[in-house]
């Protein structure tokens, strides 16, 4: 059996939306001030413990074991905070892009990858610069710059 309709088929490189869509840019940049903070705060431990004797005393004992915990705590809470701002920032492109697909009569809209899952796409059915202009005109709509 054939089918006599032309399904619309489109893909998106995924790596280039997250790359260029300015919530994505915006949460990273979110992201490295947090972990500029953390980092200064682990600076500040070691500074403190190598201000201390290396006499192998109790008090630098704690003070390592100390700095050790932080360190793992916040390698801990980064991981889980840019998995959550990453969450944030693909829910949003899916969104999206469902709801572009809607609009424009999409059957399927596929991710593609440097993997190699779509080896050959028919010119015009790369729909990344599209979808990531309508993005970040959505976005920037919603967040204007400050002068």
Known sequence: ???STQEKVGYVNPVKLMQEYH???AQQQVFQAKAKVWQQRI???KTELDALP???SA???YR???LLRYRDAIQQQAQQEDQRLAKGVMEEVNAYIKQYGKEKGYRFILGATNQGNIVYA???TDLTDEILEGLNKQYDAL???KP
Do not use: I
């Open 1 to 3: 059996m054939s089918c």
């Open 23 to 25: 919530a994505a840019t």
């Open 43 to 45: 600076d500040s431990l």
């Open 54 to 56: 290396a006499d192998g």
């Open 59 to 61: 008090k630098r004992a």
């Open 64 to 66: 390592e074991q100390e």
């Open 122 to 124: 028919a010119e015009g």
């Open 143 to 145: 967040h204007p710059q």
